[in-house]
């Protein structure tokens, strides 16, 4: 099974227990992301001393504010690194509103141009904010693979699979007795774009909803996906692993 989002910096208790734990889960490959100058450098070095861990770095639209050209060289030079296999996340959050949108638009339009460049996957995050996330993705993102992180966009999810490079991962909400037209969202998806993801520490499924989540409880969602979508465990787990390979190259 593999683990398409996880912040391992956010999480406790320290890397190695988790890394351990996923590995004693089944977890083979986990994608840690970096949501900002220093949480990018903390996912490259989990990505150095774990084999089983990938770093994608950005600027999440919450850490967006003062976005400038220095900040666009630092990103990039992390981004040249070995072990970063995507870029962001990055996207627009209306909801929060951390950053000025100005500054949110100016990261994620870089954080596209980037992607573009290096051609790496690009990981979104949206937050009420979906009309004018989709926007800049169809005028900006053609041809680029693009990964609907912690899916929710259901009011738009035919307009969104209507697009042969956008990738779906699921995370532990799916699993959430309140979040039918999620689970239902998982059903319809193409096979060869869904992924399964833990954004841990957040958003823990049901089975260890009370407790903070963690890249080896990945393995609850997946099976929660598979049966929505009259699989076996070990049918989804082929298909996830075969498409995190496809999509990050590793």
């Known amino acids: 099974m593999i683990d398409s989002h996880t912040h391992l910096d956010s999480c406790k208790p320290e890397n190695e227990a988790l890394v351990g734990a996923a590995r004693a889960a089944g977890v083979t490959r986990m994608l840690t992301v970096g949501m900002d100058e220093a949480s990018n450098r903390s996912a490259l070095a989990a990505a150095e001393r774990f084999p089983e861990v990938f770093a994608a770095v950005g600027r999440h639209p919450n850490a967006a504010e003062g976005y400038d050209a220095s900040a666009e060289a630092d990103l ?36 596209i141009e980037l992607a573009r460049a290096l051609d790496r996957p690009l990981v979104i995050h949206t937050r009420a ?79 260890v909803r009370k407790e903070r989540n963690e890249p080896g409880f990945v393995v609850h969602t997946a099976r929660f996906v598979a049966e929505r979508r009259g699989m076996t465990y070990e049918e989804l787990d082929r298909v996830v692993e075969r498409n995190a390979a496809t999509l990050f190259g590793w």
């Open 76 to 111: 990039e030079r992390l981004a040249a690194h070995e072990r970063c296999v995507a870029i962001g996340e990055t996207g627009l959050d209306y909801h929060h509103e951390r950053a000025p949108r100005a500054d949110q638009l100016r990261a994620f339009h870089h954080q």
């Open 129 to 207: 904010a979906e009309e004018d996330t989709l926007a800049v993705l169809r005028e900006r993102a053609a041809g680029l693979r693009v990964i609907l992180h912690c899916f929710s966009m259901t009011a738009n999810l035919d307009a969104c699979i209507e697009q042969p490079d956008w990738w779906f991962s699921f995370a532990g909400n799916v699993t959430y007795p309140s979040a039918a037209d999620l689970a239902a969202a998982a059903e319809r998806v193409p096979e060869d774009r869904l992924l399964v993801e833990t954004d841990a520490p957040y958003l823990s499924p049901q089975p």
